[in-house]
C-alpha cells in the first residue's frame, strides 16, 4: 500500500476514474440523449434585433455585414459570444436561471437543459457570479437603443450600475463590428423562450410527428 | 515512523548536488513576482468595481480582463511556481534521488514562466478561454501540458526511483498530485471547449476548478505541512494513522465534489445530491489532519511566537478549519439559495487561496529563502509587518465579503430592485478595497524584504545549508 506504484495507479488513476464515471459520465451520457443542434437549426432566420440594427445603423451595419442574412446573423451570433468570453461578461453575469429565491420572478422562465444543448453553449457560459443580473433571458427586455447607450456608458441608464464602459465596441458614438455583435448575442439570449418562437417549435415538433412540451 | 520509513540522507548529500538550489530560489522569485502582479490586478478590479478607474478607457485594463489576470496569476503564476519550488526542497530529500536531470528543471522553469507571460498577455489582449480558473489561452493551454508533462516527469522519476521503498504521507500526496494534475488539466480544459456543451459542459467545468484545487493546490499544500510541521517543529507527526486516513480520504471523496459549483442548475440532480454528501464527507476528512496537525503543535506552543514560518503554517490551518467548516454548510441546498452567485464565494475562495495555500507559501518562503540565498533575512521586522498587514487583511476580507454576500442574497430573494442591491453592496466593496490593499502592502514589503536579502552582502563564514540544525533531513 505505502509503495508509489500502488499510490499512483490506485490514489492517482483509481480514485480519480470513479469520480470521472460518477460526476462527469454519468450526467454528460444523461444530457447526450437531448438532441445537439447545430447554429442552423436554433437560429434559422436572422432575428428581429439583427434586421432592426441594420436599419437604425445602415452605414455601419453595410460596412461590417453587408445585407441582414442569416450568414451574417450567425456571424454577428458567434462574434457577439466571443467577445463575451473575451471581456468575461461570465464573470459578472450568469447565464442560468434557478428554480430557487425567486428567480423566474424576477429573470423569467427557469433554466432547462434542453435549451443549452447546442452550438452557442460550447463552451457552456453559465457563470457562478452575478454582479449584474442573469442574461439568458435577457432577449427583448431592452430595446436596440438602450442597450447601444449602455454599452457606451452604462451609467448613461443606470446611474448605480458598476458596469464597465465599452467604448471600443463603437466607432465614434455608433456600434461598430463588434458592437453589432455584441447586441445581436444580447438580443438572441433566451429569445427560444419568446412566446411566437416556442409557437414555431411546437408546430415544428408537431410536423414532425414527436411529442414536445414547453 | 513505521508507516513511513523514510529515506535517510545524509546532510552531506544535501549540500552536494541532491538539492538544486538555484532552481528554489528561481522559482520561488518569480513566484513572487507573479504574486505581485495578481495582487495588483486584485487592487486595480477591487477599485474598478466601485466605478474607480485610475486609468479609464484602456481596452486592455477593462475589469473582466483584470479580474482573470488576477486568477490566474495566483494560481499558476504564485502557486504552481513556489509549489515547484517546495517540490525541489522537499522531494530529493525523502527520496535520496534529485530530480530527473539539472536541464530538464532549467527547461521547466523558463517554459513555465512563458507559459505564464503569455497567459498574462493573451488575457488582456482578449483570448481568454471561458473556463473558470483555465482561462489560458487555448494555444497556451498545448505549452501548458506540455510544461505540467515535463514537470511530471522530472518529479516523479525521482519519486519512482524509490521502487518498493515504502513512502512518508508526504510523497503519497505528491504522487497521486502528480498523476492527478494532467488529468484534471487536459479534463477540464479541453471536453467542456469541443466536445460537451451546456449543462453536461458545466459539470466538467464545476469539476475542473474544484479539481484544481483539490486534486493539484491541496496535494501539494498538505505533502508540504507533512514534511515541515514536523521539521520545524522537531517532533514527529502525532499519527501516521491518521495522516494516511486524511490521504484516502482525500483522494476518494475529493474528485467527487465538483457539480457543488452549479447547485440548481440544468444539471441532473443525482449528480447535485451527490455532490452535496461528498462534499460534506470531505469536511469530516479534513477534521482528522486539522486535528493530527494540532496535535503535533501540543507542547511546542511558544514556537508560533519564536518561528515566523511556523506561524504561517498554523494561521493558514485555522484558516483552512474555517474554510471546510463554511464549506460543509454552504454546500447544502439550503445556503445555496441564499449565497450562490453572491460575493460570500468570493470572500471563500480568498480565505482558501490567500489564506491558507498563500500563507503556507510565504511560510514557506521564510523558511528556505535564508537557505537558499544563504544569507539571513534582511529584517525580521519587516517580516512581522507582512504578517500582520497580511492577516489583518484578509480577515477583514473574509468577514467583509461573507456579511455582503448575505445582504446580496436576501436581497436578491427579496426581489429588490438590481441597482439598491448594488448600491447596498458599495460599502462592503469599498472595504474589500481597503482590505486589499493591506494584503498587497505587506507582500510587497515582502518582496522588498526578499530583495534586500538576496542583495545584502554574503556572510563571512561559510553559508551553512542549516544554521541552526534545524533543517536536519527526516
Redesign the interface.
Known sequence: M???KT??L????G??L???V???Y???A???KIE?KSLDQIAPEPSFDFIDLSKRYPAQFQKYYGEPTKEAFHEALKLGRD?Y????????H?Q?V??????D??FGKV???D?????M??????G??????DLIRESGKHGNDWHVAHFYDPRLV?????M?????FFDGEEPNKVGIAMITYMQWLGSWTTPEVMAREAKAAAAAGGKKDG | MSAAAAVAVSPAAIQGTLIDKPMIKAHMAFGFLFFIVALLAGLLYGLQLTNIYPFPGIELLSPGRIRMLHTNAVAFGFLINVFIAMLHWVVPRLTGHPMLHPMLSRLILVAWQLVVAATAVGILAGYAQAIEWGETPLLVDHFAVLGVALLVINVGSSIWKTGGKKLYVTLWYFTAMLIWTPLVYIMGNYLPQYFVPGAGGAAITGVYIHDLVGLSVTPLGWGMMYYFVPVLLEKPIWSHTLSILGFWGLAFFYPLNGVHHFFYSPIPMYAQYGAVVSTIAVELVVFTVIINFFMTLRGRGDRLRTSMATRWFFVGMVNYFITCLQCAFHTTLTFQKVIHFTDWVVGHAHLVMLGVFGFWLVGGIVYMWPKVTGREWWSQKLLGWTFWTSVIGLVIMFIDLTACGLVQGYMWIGLAQWEKTLAASMPFWHARTFAGSLITLGMCLQAYNMWMTARSPAPASKPADAPSGATAPV
Request: charged residues 20%; contains cysteine; aromatic residues 14%.
Open positions: 505505502e509503495r508509489a499510490i499512483a490506485l490514489a492517482g488513476l480514485c480519480f470513479l469520480a470521472a460518477l460526476t462527469i454519468l450526467p454528460v444523461h444530457l447526450a445537439y467577445q468570453i473575451a471581456e468575461a461578461c461570465w464573470h459578472c450568469s442560468f434557478r428554480p430557487v429565491s425567486n428567480e420572478r424576477r433554466s432547462w437543459a435549451e443549452y444543448r447546442n452550438e453553449f460550447l463552451p457552456h457560459l453559465f457562478t457570479r452575478r454582479v449584474g443580473p443606470t446611474p448605480q450600475s458598476v464597465p464602459r465599452y467604448t471600443w
